[in-house]
């Protein structure tokens, strides 16, 4: 029986980064670690290693969070949101304020995965 | 393909919403405690407290209806407008659920024809789903909405339950399937899945349509394109990777899984039907119990905090009325199918576990504010 944490350790691929961060190199592993605990449960993987995160920016006063969905349908986009902004506003400083964005473009595509993702998923 | 939300249009957490939403918790829970009542009067059982009331005549008469239209559909209606995010969608919610309530009071005729406009109006919230995504699953949404329309306008039109109900859960199942597709995009899977899958559809789809000129060819197309579905389903869902996590990503795959058996039994037995076995209940309730109420006992710790606004703290309780469902589901449609004060004590017992669901989420509920209670006040400390 394997799950997701089964593959964590897995090759180099892992240390590519896993989108976009521009901002003071101090929050970058927090804030990485931060949107890994939001979990869809539906495919019993974090948003990180699904692949929604398509950018973080950290400036003088917001973290700005890129977030996609898999999904025009799907009803429980403004949870995951909310839970990317609670978990953000927990470690963020409190004079910066979050701003998690909701984008379409370019769609998600099954190349966002993570790579213990796609083991998981059987790729 | 980009679509920038319209300000203006959106729905937001405003007075109208809050207002809103308990109205919208009634008029499901009364489609749905109705539609049970109903059923359950239908295998002979009446329970005391609703001796002597006139909606339960009709709650019987409409057991279907209320369901799959008046709960289901308003379900699914609020699940798709929260997706879409426009005032306007909910709209069809709205209309179902109150043609259920019409339904209820005797009120058949402006009851049906609600249904109908609600259905329509699904369709309008569909087209806008499509419109910002062009996909496989998003079009097979979208085919659901239709399969509903239809159903609905057979209902109206008093075409009879064995025209009517293969496209009400066409409905249900489209949209059941184009979820799971969308979820398949993620798993390694062989091109031809997509195509295959639409070609079982594309049969559900004729058998339903043959349904109403020849109950036992649509019958037997229909049956053998539900089994297929499963035999789809069991082949290729997420599900078969993600039963292998823990929490309730496995108790969501664990209801997905045993929901896909109940679909196979469902379609058997609808081909049985069709050749005259009177397996009606077991083709009916396989699908609409087993294989639904399944995806709804899996999806409603994700769906309610979306769609209700509540948080749920999941736990190994919620496997109990799952359990519960199945067990007596099998006693049912079992033991039932031979003797008739089983089936009874079964359809009591199938009632009961969705009662006892119902009280596991608010248990969930109340559980997810005592810890985050505790957990705030730790950290204010």
Same mark, same amino acid.
């Given at each position: 029986?394997k ?5 964590? !350790?897995?090759?180099?691929a892992? #240390? ?5 961060y ?34 973080? +920016? ?12 898999? !999904? #025009? #349908?799907?009803?429980? +986009? ?35 995965? !993570?790579?213990? #993702? ?6 | ?5 319209i300000?203006? *249009? ?9 207002? $809103? ?7 499901? @829970? ?18 005391? @407290?609703?001796?002597?009331?006139a909606?339960?005549?009709?709650a /019987? ?11 289901l559909? /308003? ?6 407008? &929260? ?17 259920? %309530? ?26 806008? &789903?499509? =419109? ?31 025209? /009517? ?13 184009? *979820?799971?597709? *969308? ?11 997509p ?19 020849? *109950?036992?060819?649509?019958?037997? &197309? ?7 579905? $499963?035999?789809? %389903? ?23 899984? /045993?929901?896909?058996?109940?679909? $196979? ?38 769906? %309610?905090?979306?769609? @209700? ?5 999941f ?5 109990v ?10 006693l049912r ?18 009632g ?12 969930a ?12 006040? =730790?950290?204010?400390?």
């Open positions: 029986m799950t997701l944490e089964d593959f964590a !350790s897995d090759g180099p892992e #240390a590519k980064e896993p989108y976009p521009e901002g003071p190199e101090s929050l970058r592993q927090p804030i990485l670690d931060a949107l890994t605990r939001v979990v869809d449960p539906e495919v019993a993987m974090s948003i990180v290693d699904v692949g929604l995160i398509y950018g973080v +920016t950290v400036s003088h006063e917001k973290v700005h969070v890129l977030l996609t969905m898999t !999904s #025009a #349908a799907c009803p429980v +986009t403004d949870v995951i949101k909310e839970e990317v902004e609670g978990e953000l506003d927990r470690l963020a400083p409190p004079e910066l304020l979050v701003h998690v964005e909701l984008v379409w473009d370019p769609p998600w595509t099954i190349d966002r995965m !993570s790579e213990r #993702a796609r083991k998981f998923m059987g790729w | 393909m980009p679509h920038p939300p300000r203006g *249009e959106r729905a937001r957490s405003s007075a109208a919403a809050i207002a $809103a939403r308990p109205v919208f918790l009634v008029l499901v @829970a009364v489609s749905l405690l109705a539609g049970i009542f109903g059923g359950l009067l239908r295998v002979g059982v009446m329970l005391p @407290a609703t001796a002597d009331s909606w339960l005549g009709q /019987t008469l409409a057991h279907a209806a209320l369901m799959i239209g008046a709960f559909g /308003t379900v699914i209606g609020l699940e798709r407008a &929260v997706a879409v995010n426009l005032r306007a969608a909910f709209a069809a919610p709205l209309a179902s659920g109150l043609g259920g %309530l019409c339904l209820l009071l005797g009120r058949a005729e402006p009851g049906a024809w609600l249904l109908v406009a609600a259905s329509v109006a699904f369709m309008g919230v569909n087209l806008v &789903v499509v =419109r910002r995504q062009w996909a496989g699953h998003t079009l097979l949404l979208l085919a659901g909405a239709l399969a509903w329309v239809a159903g609905n306008l057979l209902f109206a039109l008093g075409q009879g339950t064995v025209a /009517t109900l293969p496209w009400w859960f066409a409905f249900l199942i489209m949209t059941i399937a184009a *979820e799971r597709l *969308e979820m398949t995009r993620l798993m390694r899977r062989r091109p031809v899945a195509w295959l899958l639409s070609a079982v559809l594309g049969a559900m789809v004729l058998g339903a349509a043959l349904s109403a000129v020849s *109950e036992r060819l649509g019958g037997l &197309v229909y049956g053998a394109s539900l089994v297929l579905l $499963a035999l789809w %389903l069991v082949t290729f869902d997420i599900a078969r990777r993600t039963v292998f996590a823990q929490g309730l990503s496995r108790y969501m795959a664990i209801c997905l899984l /045993t929901g896909y058996v109940w679909l $196979a039994i469902g379609g058997a037995a609808w081909m049985a039907t069709a050749l005259g076995l009177p397996l009606r209940d077991v083709a009916l309730h396989a699908l609409g119990l087993g294989f639904i109420f399944s995806m709804i006992m899996g999806h409603g710790p994700v769906i %309610l905090p979306a769609i @209700a606004r509540i948080k749920l703290q736990g190994p309780f919620f496997y009325p799952l359990v519960a469902l199945h067990l007596s589901l099998a449609l079992g033991w039932g199918a031979i003797d008739a004060q089983q089936r009874a004590t079964g359809a009591i017992s199938n009961l576990s969705i009662a006892l669901f119902a009280a596991t989420v608010v248990g509920a109340v559980v997810w504010r005592i810890r985050s209670g505790a957990e705030g006040a =730790r950290k204010s400390s």
